[in-house]
């Protein structure tokens, strides 16, 4: 049986995510990556046996718009749990990034894989 996954790259989410003062005080944008695995190859060209785009970026900005979050960590778990849930989802790997302020690198990321 040949194996299908679906990838989702640079999807920007607005999201309240930090623990200083500053970020708690206005959204910032983070970047989300996903990768599914698929339980099993679509039946038909019908979108019912997949997942589908639009379906899985409004599932992360729900995720996201729930709460703030302190941790980017903790950020990544949410939507791959979300994410897992999706009925034809076998296996999941989430990858968020954003922007430092306080730490002088381009990108900080966290990866969560289920």
Not at 70 to 91: G, N, Q, S, W, Y
């Amino acid at each position: 049986m040949a194996d299908v996954s679906i990838e989702l790259r640079g999807l920007r989410v607005p999201v309240a995510l930090g623990v200083h003062d500053f970020e708690r005080k206005a959204r910032q944008d983070v970047t989300v990556d996903v990768t599914i695995a698929l339980a099993a190859p679509p039946r038909s060209d019908r979108i019912g046996d997949t997942v589908h785009y639009d379906e899985l970026a409004e599932a992360i900005q729900k995720v996201a718009d729930a709460r703030h979050y302190d941790l980017i960590e903790t950020l990544a778990l949410a939507v791959a749990e979300r994410v897992k849930a999706f009925a034809h989802a076998a296996a999941v790997e989430v990858r968020v990034g954003k922007t430092p302020r306080t730490v002088a690198c381009e990108r900080l990321f966290a990866t969560v894989r289920l």
